[in-house]
């Protein structure tokens, strides 16, 4: 079955990043892209950007653009989202989720990482 | 970036009862619309992709309908598992995905 394992809980400190790992099992890595989510305590979704498993390619919320990367290693089926420049309004559930081609819908989650940002 | 906008943002509601949860764009997205269905401390589910398609195991009490720039999620008959929070979301513009705002649906 679909599987996204994301890491662990992270507190990091204003102005320092963080980077998120989701390893995928269950399907063929390579023929889909991930699109990270996040949701701030008590708020809605957010859609931060997308990349192609397949060749790389990537596509940022413009709001983002600048403080983040996403990346994948098609050798252990991981993708990896870094946040850089860490504010306190990033506090937030950071979900990772597959979706077919780039503009469409997530048909599995990863269970959530929660990154705190505080000093 | 398209505006999605939900209404109600809350509902109230009896095991039993239809539900109807509205989602309107800013602008036209034709069909590329998707529901999910969200509880406390979980990640989203999707239940509706294409307005209108049932994802796969989803049960068929959840419907969905409409195109161009209003869209309406329906549950016929509302089950104790169904009060969530639900979203809606756009995916006619890749380069800006975005959600609704969100309905919570609880226990009248």
């Known amino acids: 079955q679909v599987q996204l394992v994301q890491s662990g809980a992270e507190v990091k400190k204003p102005g320092a990043s963080v980077k998120v790992s989701c390893k995928a099992s269950?399907?063929?890595?390579?023929?889909?892209?991930i699109s990270w989510v996040r949701q701030a305590p008590g708020q809605g979704l957010e859609w931060m950007g997308w990349?192609?498993?397949?060749?790389?390619?990537?596509n940022y919320a413009q709001k983002l653009q600048g403080r983040v990367t996403m990346t994948t290693d098609t050798s252990t089926s991981t993708a990896y989202m870094e946040l850089r420049s860490l504010r306190s309004d990033d506090t937030a559930v950071y979900y990772c989720a597959r979706v077919e081609i780039l503009g469409a819908y997530f048909d599995y989650w990863g269970q959530g990482t929660l990154v705190t940002v505080s000093s | 970036d398209i505006q999605m906008t939900q209404s109600p943002s809350t509902l109230s509601a009896s095991v039993g009862d239809r539900v109807t949860i509205t989602c309107r764009a800013s602008?036209?997205?034709?069909?590329?619309l998707a529901w999910y269905q969200q509880k406390p401390g979980k990640a989203p589910k999707l239940l509706i992709y294409?307005?209108?398609s049932l994802e796969s195991g989803v049960p068929s009490r959840f419907s969905g309908s409409g195109s161009g720039t209003e869209f309406t999620l329906t549950i016929s008959s509302l089950q104790p598992d169904d009060f969530a929070t639900y979203y809606c979301?756009?995916?006619?513009?890749?380069?800006?995905?975005?959600f609704g705002g969100g309905t919570k649906v609880e226990i009248k």
């Open positions: 990349i192609s498993a397949y060749n790389g390619n990537t």
């Open positions: 602008q036209s997205i034709s069909s590329w």
């Open positions: 979301q756009q995916y006619n513009s890749y380069s800006g995905l975005t």
């Open positions: 294409d307005a209108s």
């Open positions: 269950g399907y063929t890595f390579t023929s889909y892209g």
